[in-house]
């Protein structure tokens, strides 16, 4: 086990206090006598920077069987949106409030002057929200958490305050995944666990990220075995987030398997998801984003450095999916799988920004990125924008864009009972409906505008209970709605229909106007052609931006 530094006594027995709570039965939506005889156990794992092509039953070559097999007994949500970016997704997904009123209207790594300190941008996750881990322990369920927070560092906003029985967080998103606690820039050079209440001062020689996370999850569960509560696990893995390392068995599996470049691999995924029918026969992928050279033009060092990085990022998404075989295979041998459901997203789009910018300036140059230990502990090295397009195929952009590339992510949930096996919902789902459809599965209700004597928001988000049991049937009319901001870049789904505004050249500085059930590559902007959609549009962005206070940043985007 990790050695723990002790946070000060105050602060400890502080939160002592604010979390010492007793199940409220007024938060049961049924009386214990009309309640479901076992309540369901909820595993919610959360993927990191995994494109929309990057798992097997989205058209990848990399083997996932254990997600792929989860993806076929569960239901598939083809157009479900996050944020742009991994805070803002994680504070809607456990609250499910906008992340404009829950602490993230930005990242708090580049939040602009004119946003610091403001409602809604405090840079963690605020007093205002409360979590689906806060309500539920509330409701006798056990919670656990494994896995990136990114939601805060002080112990008064890490997972043991809110809501999290037991805990291991990797606290900010970037670091290294041995045991060398490298730290993602050169202002935090060094990276920072916290095993429920306490820092982490080193990590066991042993140590992989995904690999740990798994076992402590697994620990976590099976010391609550006999209580006889249900649990919600939240294990939300730090793979694929840059700097690419995998164990050496995995890396050796992939060795060569890219050398054809991004261009073609970027080509077959697409081809394969025409085969799998998430995309239509005749759809086009986008124009590669102005950032990416042909494979062609690289030198043979810059190809071989390339493909020795995305032979890196596939070996940790192997090892990924292995470990979550493991995690079913746990529950399955003890009995708990049957009544779980299993929700599976991806955090945002793939990475695909380079690791040049001033946060990375001189930092990555220290580290070992020879091409024999790209991948290895030691390395600091990222797949970049070409491989960052193969990876959101069909779709444009990547991570940090409002494009679908990088807000539309794969995602599915395996309910009890395998209900809907194989099932494709198209109908338009976001974060924000996670923590409502958890509580409604547990018979939970929301505790409204007011927790434990403070004032909190309340969801946004709908629950997905309906969709999952009934498919398309369940259609939630219209909650085909989804915007979102971040670093002055927006979007809003309206059905058929997709406005989007970004600056130069990401995109064209103006909002742009797409029907993404023909065109899913943002490839045809109808701005022109169809006035009277984009203003209706712009005109529920505005309404979106209103409630929830938005702020722009001024100055360039900081991402």
């Given at each position: 086990?990790?050695?723990?530094?002790?946070?000060?006594?105050?602060?400890?027995?502080?939160?002592?206090l604010?979390?010492?709570?007793?199940?409220?039965?007024?938060?049961?939506t049924?009386?214990?006598?009309?309640?479901?005889?076992?309540?369901?156990?909820?595993?919610?794992?959360?993927?990191?920077?995994?494109?929309?092509?990057?798992?097997?039953?989205?058209?990848?070559?990399?083997?996932?069987?254990?997600?792929?097999?989860?993806?076929?007994?569960?239901?598939?949500?083809?157009?479900?949106?996050?944020?742009?970016?991994?805070?803002?997704?994680?504070?809607?997904?456990?609250?499910?409030?906008?992340?404009?009123?829950?602490?993230?209207?930005?990242?708090?790594?580049?939040?602009?002057?004119?946003?610091?300190?403001?409602?809604?941008?405090?840079?963690?996750?605020?007093d205002?929200?409360?979590?689906?881990?806060?309500?539920?322990?509330?409701?006798?369920?056990?919670?656990?958490?494994?896995?990136?927070?990114?939601?805060?560092?002080?112990?008064?906003?890490?997972?043991?305050?809110?809501?999290?029985?037991r805990?291991?967080?990797?606290?900010?998103?970037?670091?290294?995944?041995?045991?060398?606690?490298a730290?993602?820039?050169?202002?935090?050079?060094?990276?920072?666990?916290?095993?429920?209440?306490?820092?982490?001062?080193?990590?066991?020689?042993?140590?992989?990220?995904?690999?740990?996370?798994?076992?402590?999850?697994?620990?976590?569960?099976?010391?609550g075995?006999?209580?006889?509560?249900?649990?919600?696990?939240?294990?939300?893995?730090?793979a694929?987030?840059?700097?690419?390392?995998?164990?050496?068995?995995?890396l050796?599996?992939?060795?060569?398997?890219?050398?054809?470049?991004?261009?073609?691999?970027?080509?077959?995924?697409?081809?394969?998801?025409k085969?799998?029918?998430?995309?239509?026969?005749?759809?086009?992928?986008?124009?590669?984003?102005?950032?990416?050279?042909?494979?062609?033009?690289?030198?043979?060092?810059?190809?071989?450095?390339?493909?020795?990085?995305?032979?890196?990022?596939?070996?940790?998404?192997?090892?990924?999916?292995?470990?979550?075989?493991?995690?079913?295979?746990?529950?399955?041998?003890?009995?708990?799988?049957?009544?779980?459901?299993?929700?599976?997203?991806?955090?945002?789009?793939?990475e695909?920004?380079?690791?040049?910018?001033?946060?990375?300036?001189?930092?990555?140059?220290a580290?070992?990125?020879?091409?024999?230990?790209?991948?290895?502990?030691?390395?600091?090295?990222?797949?970049?924008?070409?491989?960052?397009?193969?990876?959101?195929?069909?779709?444009?952009?990547?991570?940090?864009?409002?494009?679908?590339?990088?807000?539309r992510?794969?995602?599915?949930?395996?309910?009890?009972?395998?209900?809907?096996?194989?099932?494709?919902?198209?109908?338009?789902?976001s974060?924000?409906?996670?923590?409502?459809?958890?509580?409604?599965?547990?018979?939970?209700?929301h505790?409204?505008?007011?927790?434990?004597?403070?004032?909190?928001?309340?969801?946004?988000?709908?629950?997905?209970?309906?969709?999952?049991?009934?498919?398309?049937?369940?259609?939630?009319?219209?909650?085909?709605?989804?915007?979102?901001?971040?670093?002055?870049r927006r979007?809003?789904?309206?059905?058929?229909?997709?406005?989007?505004?970004?600056?130069?050249?990401?995109?064209?500085g103006?909002?742009?106007?797409?029907?993404?059930?023909?065109?899913?590559?943002?490839?045809n902007?109808?701005?022109?052609?169809?006035?009277?959609?984009?203003?209706?549009?712009?005109?529920?962005?505005?309404?979106?931006?209103?409630?929830?206070?938005?702020?722009?940043?001024?100055g360039?985007?900081?991402?």
């Amino acid at each position: 086990m990790p050695r723990l530094v002790g946070e000060t006594l105050a602060a400890a027995l502080a939160l002592t206090l604010l979390c010492a709570c007793a199940a409220t039965p007024s938060m049961r939506t049924e009386s214990p006598a009309d309640a479901p005889a076992a309540q369901p156990n909820f595993l919610v794992i959360v993927l990191d920077d995994v494109g929309f092509a990057d798992l097997g039953a989205f058209g990848s070559e990399v083997a996932t069987p254990n997600l792929d097999r989860l993806a076929a007994n569960g239901t598939l949500l083809s157009n479900f949106y996050t944020a742009p970016t991994c805070s803002p997704t994680r504070a809607m997904l456990l609250t499910g409030v906008d992340s404009h009123r829950a602490g993230l209207g930005n990242m708090d790594e580049f939040m602009a002057d004119n946003q610091r300190g403001r409602d809604g941008y405090e840079g963690y996750l605020n007093d205002r929200v409360v979590t689906v881990a806060e309500i539920l322990r509330a409701g006798g369920y056990q919670t656990y958490m494994t896995g990136k927070w990114h939601l805060g560092l002080d112990v008064a906003r890490s997972p043991w305050a809110r809501g999290f029985d037991r805990s291991f967080a990797s606290l900010m998103g970037g670091a290294s995944h041995f045991d060398d606690m490298a730290g993602p820039t050169v202002e935090q050079q060094r990276a920072a666990y916290r095993a429920d209440r306490d820092l982490v001062s080193s990590l066991p020689e042993n140590f992989y990220t995904s690999d740990f996370f798994t076992d402590e999850m697994i620990r976590y569960i099976d010391a609550g075995r006999d209580s006889g509560n249900p649990f919600l696990a939240y294990l939300a893995f730090t793979a694929v987030h840059f700097p690419v390392q995998a164990p050496d068995a995995y890396l050796e599996k992939y060795r060569g398997r890219y050398d054809a470049g991004y261009e073609h691999l970027r080509e077959a995924r697409f081809q394969r998801l025409k085969s799998l029918g998430l995309v239509r026969r005749d759809a086009e992928l986008p124009v590669l984003h102005p950032s990416v050279a042909a494979w062609d033009s690289l030198s043979t060092a810059q190809q071989e450095g390339q493909a020795r990085a995305m032979e890196a990022y596939a070996a940790m998404l192997d090892n990924l999916d292995a470990n979550i075989g493991r995690l079913v295979d746990y529950l399955e041998n003890t009995g708990q799988y049957d009544n779980t459901y299993l929700v599976v997203i991806s955090d945002n789009g793939p990475e695909g920004n380079p690791l040049t910018g001033p946060m990375f300036k001189g930092y990555v140059d220290a580290f070992d990125n020879s091409l024999e230990n790209i991948g290895r502990k030691g390395s600091f090295v990222a797949v970049g924008p070409g491989w960052a397009e193969a990876s959101s195929a069909p779709f444009r952009g990547f991570k940090s864009y409002t494009s679908e590339g990088g807000i539309r992510v794969p995602a599915f949930v395996r309910a009890p009972g395998n209900a809907n096996a194989g099932s494709v919902i198209t109908t338009v789902a976001s974060v924000r409906d996670i923590t409502p459809t958890l509580l409604e599965a547990a018979a939970v209700a929301h505790p409204g505008n007011r927790f434990e004597g403070r004032e909190v928001e309340t969801p946004s988000g709908r629950s997905l209970l309906g969709l999952l049991r009934a498919g398309e049937a369940g259609a939630r009319g219209d909650s085909e709605l989804f915007a979102t901001e971040l670093f002055g870049r927006r979007a809003l789904r309206m059905g058929r229909w997709k406005a989007v505004l970004q600056e130069m050249p990401n995109g064209t500085g103006a909002w742009e106007l797409y029907d993404l059930r023909t065109d899913p590559g943002e490839r045809n902007n109808l701005a022109q052609a169809q006035p009277e959609v984009l203003r209706e549009a712009i005109a529920r962005f505005e309404e979106y931006a209103r409630d929830n206070r938005l702020i722009y940043p001024q100055g360039p985007a900081g991402y």
